[in-house]
């Protein structure tokens, strides 16, 4: 099969098209989202091995060993999000490279957390926002979300929708110090 200029044309012109239709469903959709953390100042989270905890950001990051100065990025999913499930390996897989917290937002409170965690086996970090109070305070009216939090509390790059792999360290590359 032969390309023609005219064919190579219209097949750019398409391409062009899609990312342009993607980018502007992209800022229509975090057009409302917070350039900065808006999370209550104490936090109630689920750890891998299934201890609860509460405190600060500052605090849970300290007590992850998270450098200080070191991106975290930020999933935000939801129990009932087939497309948040779609990402489940995406997410755990990032964690075997980058500081992850993953925020659970309206699925039940930690017991049930915890449960959906321990089904799946997902080893996240995962705050705690089981009627979404943390989301809506953030301007996330979908799930999933994705976005870099630096260590002065912006947040950077946010997505909503599914996220790639490649597009998730993309983000944390750009967001480092």
Do not use: K
């Amino acid at each position: 099969m032969a390309f023609t200029r005219q064919t190579l044309r219209e097949a750019a012109l398409t391409v062009a098209m899609a990312v342009g239709v993607f980018l502007a469903v992209q800022a229509w959709q975090t057009r409302d989202a917070s350039p900065r953390w808006q999370g209550p100042p104490t936090l109630a989270w689920v750890l891998p091995d299934g201890t609860q905890g509460r405190g600060t950001l500052q605090d849970l990051r300290a007590q992850l060993g998270i450098a200080p100065q070191a991106p975290i990025a930020l999933h935000v999913w939801a129990a009932w999000c087939s497309i948040c499930r779609a990402e489940e390996g995406t997410v755990t897989a990032l964690g075997r490279e980058y500081a992850v917290i993953t925020l659970a937002t309206r699925s039940g409170d930690a017991q049930a957390v915890e449960r959906y965690l321990r089904e799946r086996r997902l080893p996240w970090v995962t705050l705690l926002d089981p009627g979404g109070a943390i989301a809506a305070a953030h301007g996330w009216r979908a799930v999933p979300v994705f976005s870099v939090l630096t260590a002065d509390g912006a947040l950077r790059h946010t997505t909503v929708g599914y996220t790639t792999g490649w597009g998730m360290r993309l983000r944390l590359w750009w967001a480092r110090p």
